[in-house]
């Protein structure tokens, strides 16, 4: 059977994230806010390289864009990047929370298990008057 153009999907995006945050760890601005500082926890900004440019980001950050993190967390893929391998807790963020919550239950289905990812985004971190980091 062919689909109609503009006709529901079978699993729309919204169903996807919602099953996402389920099984993941939403971590909420404040409870984020309390970990930026700490050794074993690792922000990593999946934002598009543009989405930085122009509103910057969390201090600290480590920059993955979403398209190659599942090849940059896993060492037997030749783009491996073993900062993000380095045993601290990965705290996933995009703009909304949404691409986040995917990404973290990606992840987490390849096998890391301590991922999370901030819950509403970098605009919830930013609404919310934390510091933001010029890229
Ligand atoms: O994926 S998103 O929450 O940045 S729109």
Known sequence: MTREPGSPLTRPSAVMVAEARASI?????ADAAALLERDDVLF???R???E??????????FRAPRGMLEFWVDPASPYYKPAL?????LVLFCGSGWRSALTAKTLQEMGLDNVAHLDGG?????EAGQPVETV
Request: overall charge negative.
């Open 52 to 61: 930085l440019a122009r509103l910057g980001t969390i201090p600290g950050s």
């Open 48 to 50: 598009d390289p543009r």
């Open 85 to 89: 391998d380095s045993g601290q807790k």
């Open 25 to 29: 760890e939403n971590i909420t601005v």
């Open 44 to 46: 990593v900004d999946i």
């Open 122 to 126: 970098f605009t919830a971190w930013q």
